[in-house]
């Protein structure tokens, strides 16, 4: 059962933030979602193998050959916030 | 003799590696070779998680993960997959770091260590692998900085992150445990130690058999057994004095050898792991038995094979079994000189003179090395001179055959010099009269005659030296 504050404790996690009135029509969605797989819960899956993955293929690897990498001026382009060829980021604490 | 441990130690490791020696990232075709190199010069969609980029996984980095799970003694299993573990942090551009979670490729290893009475097993929980983070550099200090700088060189290169048991039961072990993976990883050539960040330890300590205290951040072998001395007396202080200790993940300040409580909220470890959707599942068990037969032998089993092999010490075979670079170098000189008394020269004292300048092998050939012990076997030097010779191509260059020389170490120039500065004097008591009366100048007359009968090869400056002592005696 997902209730207001998990509602506001994914929306922290995610940094996402979620307005106190937004939070009962999202807990209220999430919740209808978790319903629909308690009721996938209810199938009979003995004897099934479980799925790892959505593409039953295996195996897809690349030599470990090198590849060119971007210019620095391509790769800092999308961002206002840089310095010395570096990503700017606020303060971490 | 069971080890006692009456404060209830326990140390855990985890220690991340990273497979520098692989060209690519884990998951890219950036190259690895950036560390002298600007920053974000070796990133590309894949790296920076940009939108709609797909990675396809290195097949040699898997092959080198399956390489060390084996040395560790590990089991492969037979299928795995990589998963998103999010949290949310600039070095992470994509939100999520890709790791393994429920399937590592190798699990249930051990590391046998020398313990305080005798040997250790050390259960090795899993190692797996994942993806590194970009680097973040505080622009000024950590408290009053104004922001933080991001390069993500290092996003994406392949880690893989060793999880012991709590099986340690001092920061001596731990360093012994850390010192021996080092040496194992060494051997399979996976790793260059010596670049910046390629191992790096996160520590888990309880005393009194109580509550755990994870220790993060420690970049360095040194600084983890300082780490560790500091927790431990800091629970041991903080138990005496009535305090409990809590679960909480405390930061490694290398530059005042303290740890600090980081505060982090519980939520944060709330990492919502789910399959990676871009990576399809890996099956690699038909890849074990190749990669087990192309193992090489590994430091014990070599230490064993040295003793038997050479008849030397198990001192000996320890100290010259560590780095692989030592034992092949050894085995080289043991070819060509006494396995025994080439294992004293490399083991104790070319080792010695290299650790005292912390400096490796390298610096050193076998060629030197056999000379220097040749002189020595044939009585052409004393076992001193040896060493000097050692520590004059080491501190100024040059060859030992020539250092010899110019330094006048042959056993047989020696005997000549002393021979004529024993005529020299006896020949010429007159000069010695004199200058016992204060005549500095007549000394020199005895020295000429000692350079006559040695026909100039003695030293000028040493012969005067004998001169002196034997007419000062
Ligand atoms: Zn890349």
């Known amino acids: 059962m997902i209730t207001k504050e998990k509602v506001g404790h994914i929306g922290w996690l995610a940094r996402i933030e979620i307005e106190e009135k937004e939070s009962d029509a999202y807990a209220e969605k999430l919740n209808s979602v978790l319903d629909y797989f308690g009721q996938l819960d209810e199938v009979d899956t003995q004897g099934v193998a479980p799925t790892y993955h959505v593409m039953d293929i295996v195996n897809v690897f690349r030599k470990d050959e090198v590849r060119e990498s971007m210019p620095q001026d391509v790769v800092l382009a999308n961002t206002g916030h840089k310095q010395e060829g570096n990503f700017k980021a606020p303060r971490i604490m | ?473």
Request: with cysteine.
């Open chain 2, 1 to 473: 003799m069971v080890y006692e441990n009456p404060d209830g130690v326990k140390i855990g490791l985890e220690v991340h590696v990273q497979l520098n020696r692989l060209n690519t990232k884990l998951f890219c075709g950036c190259s690895t070779d950036y560390h002298n190199d600007e920053p974000n010069t070796h990133v590309c969609p894949v790296c920076l998680g940009l939108p709609g980029s797909l990675p396809v996984i290195n097949e040699r980095a898997v092959e080198f993960a399956i390489k060390i799970g084996l040395a560790l003694n590990c089991e492969i299993v037979g299928q795995t997959q990589f998963h998103r573990k999010n949290y949310y942090y600039p070095d992470l551009p994509k939100g999520f770091q890709t790791t393994q979670y429920d399937y590592p490729i190798a699990s249930r290893g051990k590391i046998v260590i020398e313990g305080e009475d005798g040997e250790r097993i050390i259960r090795v929980t899993r190692a797996h692998m994942e993806e590194d983070p970009g680097r973040l550099q505080h622009i000024g200090t950590i408290e009053k900085s104004k922001g933080t700088l991001i390069n993500y060189n290092r996003s994406g290169m392949t880690l893989i992150e060793i999880v012991s048991e709590p099986d340690m039961r001092s920061p001596k072990e731990a360093r012994r445990y850390l010192d021996k993976l080092r040496s194992i990883l060494d051997y399979l050539d996976v790793f260059n130690g010596d670049l910046e960040g390629a191992m790096r330890v996160d520590a888990n300590v309880s005393v009194f058999n109580g509550e755990r205290v994870e220790v993060k951040n420690i970049s360095s072998f040194k600084g983890a057994e300082r780490a560790l001395l500091y927790e431990i007396m800091r629970q041991k202080n903080h138990v005496r004095r009535g305090g409990k200790i809590v679960l909480e993940t405390r930061h490694f300040d290398e530059a005042r050898g303290v740890t600090i409580s980081m505060r982090t909220k519980e939520e944060e470890h709330d990492y919502r792991y789910f399959p990676e959707p871009d990576l399809v599942p890996m099956r690699v068990a038909d890849r074990v038995p190749g990669i087990l037969k192309a193992l090489p032998e590994l430091p014990d089993a070599k230490r064993e094979r040295f003793i038997s092999q050479y008849g030397i010490a198990d001192m000996h075979a320890r100290a010259l079994t560590t780095e692989i670079r030592v034992a092949n170098f050894y085995e080289e000189v043991a070819s060509q000189v006494d396995p025994k008394t080439a294992a004293v020269w490399v083991a104790d004292i070319l080792k010695g003179e290299l650790n005292y300048r912390d400096i490796g092998i390298d610096a050193f050939t076998v060629e030197d090395i056999v000379t220097v012990i040749g002189l020595v076997k044939e009585d052409k030097i004393t076992e001193q001179s040896g060493v000097q010779i050692i520590r004059t191509v080491l501190d100024e260059g040059g060859r030992p055959q020539d250092i010899v020389v110019s330094k006048g170490l042959l056993k047989v120039e020696d005997d000549i010099v002393a021979k004529a500065v024993e005529e020299a004097v006896a020949e010429s008591p007159e000069a010695v009269a004199d200058y016992l009366a204060g005549k500095e100048k007549s000394l020199n007359f005895i020295v000429g005659k000692v350079m006559q009968k040695t026909k100039g090869r003695a030293d000028a400056r040493e012969a005067r030296e004998r001169v002196l002592a034997r007419i000062s005696k």
